[in-house]
């Protein structure tokens, strides 16, 4: 830094400025919003997603529907057996899964909102483009129904 005699400071790309300049400066990158901050975690989140594959991708030897329940693994399905699963749990919830030798469908859920069932079918030609991927979601009976699709 390099002083005038009007009390100024030359920074490093030559600009001048006041002390008072300076620390207003100074302030507003202290008050920068949590999103600018949270910005650089995202970025590397989002390498070490592309870098190591897809959280929740689950190996398989063949196409697959398979079904988790609280989070613990229900049923595994193979697309070449296709069969209508019923899951009933202690609460009194109920889901229908349809497997067909294309993909998976929740045919009816006795949760309130049934959004698990508009979500439609996921299939093997269709995963890829649909908003929720791979997956059917049933948050309020936590019932998932994902398609793992030989890689």
Known sequence: MCYNHNDQFCTASGVRRTHREARTTARKLRRLPGWVWLLPVVIAVAVALILFGKPGATPVT???????????????????????????????????????????????????????VHMGEVTVDNWEFRPNGAFIICLPNRVSVELAVKE
């Open 62 to 116: 063949e196409d697959t529907v398979i079904i988790r329940v609280d989070d613990r693994e229900y049923l595994r399905v193979p697309l070449s057996q296709p069969q209508t699963v019923t899951i009933e749990q202690a609460d009194g919830s109920v889901n229908v899964v349809e497997v067909s030798d294309h993909g998976a469908v929740m045919r009816s859920s006795t949760c309130h909102n049934q959004l698990c």
